[in-house]
């Protein structure tokens, strides 16, 4: 039998990158999976891609009624939720004198928000079907501090508490939950993230990109599959006995 034969899962940020192979995956270990984004068309075409076991749905996790209506409609076409993966998030650079309200505020509402309001939005019907899985994203950043990324290394670093926290609020109902904690690994989020660094730091376009990969003990950047794997076997009763841990996939850049 696969892994996650007969698992319903939900995940947000699901149409690229790390979230994408991680719906891939997901589906190859048995799981119907609702591919759950902003991008609609592309949470689609994501979904589109795993067959009969995809579904794709527009959420936003800033909006509560937008997660309420992606769950909803899980249900109402599967019957409930096992398995929810917390992978939405956003990162902007900023030092302390270009930091703005609204970014603080966007970058919470999302990695931190998100977070928790989806979880809030599952954890019921989790409850009804005697337990489940919460997988949320946190990062390397979240491990330590690191120049003019105070807010989204903040935010990741929130993750592990909310994480910690609700594993052990949950634990008498048979939902686990973990995180996992990349390093740098290779999705288009990272041209951004490049992008930013060659104006924080002045560096070519690129350069800094080498330069994180080059610096994994493992010698390279992650691909999303090296952080989806992981996700199925928190995912699955393989882990059963595993909660409130944050897994670091990151080739050994941080030993915790």
Do not use: H
């Not at 966007?106 to 990695?111: A, L």
């Amino acid at each position: 039998m696969k892994r996650l034969e007969g698992k319903i899962a939900i995940v947000t940020g699901g149409a690229r990158g790390i979230g994408r192979a991680i719906c891939q995956a997901y589906a190859r270990g048995g799981a119907k999976v609702c591919v759950a984004d902003l991008l609609v068309e592309d949470a689609k075409l994501t979904a589109q891609s795993l067959g009969e076991r995809g579904m794709g749905v527009g959420m936003d996790v800033t909006n509560l009624d937008s997660i309420s209506k992606g769950v909803a409609e899980v249900q109402a076409n599967w019957g409930g939720v096992d398995i929810l993966v917390n992978n939405a998030g956003i990162f902007n650079m900023a030092s302390i004198d270009k930091i703005t309200a609204e970014d603080y505020r966007r970058q919470y509402d999302v990695n931190v928000g998100g977070t928790i309001f989806a979880s809030q939005a599952v954890v019921p019907i989790m409850k009804r079907r005697g337990g489940g899985a919460i997988i949320n994203f946190s990062s390397q950043a979240g491990r330590r501090g690191e120049p003019n990324i105070a807010i989204y290394c903040s935010t990741k670093a929130a993750v592990i508490s909310i994480t910690q926290s609700l594993a052990l609020e949950l634990a008498s109902d048979n939902i686990r939950v973990n995180a996992v904690a990349p390093g740098v690994v290779d999705t288009p989020m990272w041209d951004v993230v490049d992008a930013q660094f060659a104006e924080y730091e002045n560096k070519p376009l690129g350069q800094k990109k080498k330069e994180v990969g080059e610096a994994v003990p493992l010698g390279r950047m992650g691909d999303p599959s090296d952080v989806a794997d992981p996700c199925v076997f928190l995912a699955s009763d393989e882990a059963r006995y595993i909660t409130a841990q944050t897994v670091n996939v990151d080739g050994g850049n941080w030993m915790s």
